[in-house]
């Protein structure tokens, strides 16, 4: 199992949009950080849930809070990774490896309810920009994203590319479990703030 930080280089290799996101692994490089408010998060490949641990701090406002949540964390994982605040609607993305149809993806309402919601829809890997489309549809969600009740609508293009290009790379490196939750949507794209995956072999050239 890939950790949080390893997961999201390997999607930025394959050019897949993820929230800038910056390793600290010793108190003195917490000074890389200039801007404000951001997120810390404990960065293991052993925790699954890191709200289940409290290994995520989120809407920290300066140098003193920074430093705080830092201490915090140290004490569940050696190294953290640092995020801006990203605001925008929360959708999940995931992918596992069935016994009979292979990779299988999946949609539906992201963040911290996802599983509470129970709000997906399902297809084999790979699918192409129709399917993807039908995906976001069958879900509840979808007025959300379409600006229900004055909420931003987000853009749905960028949303159905990203759901292709997941759907490829599940079969193209034979993912065994890939959970991106949450991906958070805005109007102008779709970035991916937290990531797992686990591979049925080990990668090569294009590991993180």
Not at 46 to 51: L, N
Not at 109 to 138: T, Y
Not at 170 to 187: H, Q, R, S
């Amino acid at each position: 199992m890939l950790s949080l930080f390893e997961s999201l280089t390997f999607l930025k290799k394959e050019k897949i949009s993820i929230v800038k996101t910056i390793k600290i692994s010793k108190k003195e490089e917490l000074q890389k950080i200039k801007k404000f408010p951001v997120v810390l998060k404990i960065d293991s490949s052993e925790i699954t849930h890191k709200t289940d641990v409290n290994g995520v701090i989120l809407n920290i406002k300066n140098k003193e809070e920074l430093l705080n949540a830092y201490n915090k964390l140290k004490k569940i994982t050696e190294q953290v990774v640092v995020q801006p605040m990203i605001k925008g609607t929360e959708i999940i993305i995931g992918v596992k490896k069935d016994p009979v149809f292979e990779q299988v993806i999946l949609f539906g309402s992201g963040g911290i309810l996802a599983e509470l919601f129970n709000d997906f829809s399902l297809r084999v890997c790979p699918i192409n920009k129709k399917e993807a489309l039908k995906m976001i549809k069958e879900t509840r969600i979808y007025k959300i994203l379409k600006g229900y009740r004055r909420q931003t609508k987000i853009n749905v293009n960028e949303l159905i590319n990203l759901l292709v290009r997941i759907s490829e790379l599940a079969v193209k490196y034979d993912v065994k479990e890939m959970d991106l939750n949450p991906v958070i949507c805005t109007e102008k794209d779709c970035f991916i703030v937290d990531a797992r995956f686990e591979f049925k072999k080990k990668l090569k050239n294009n590991s993180p």
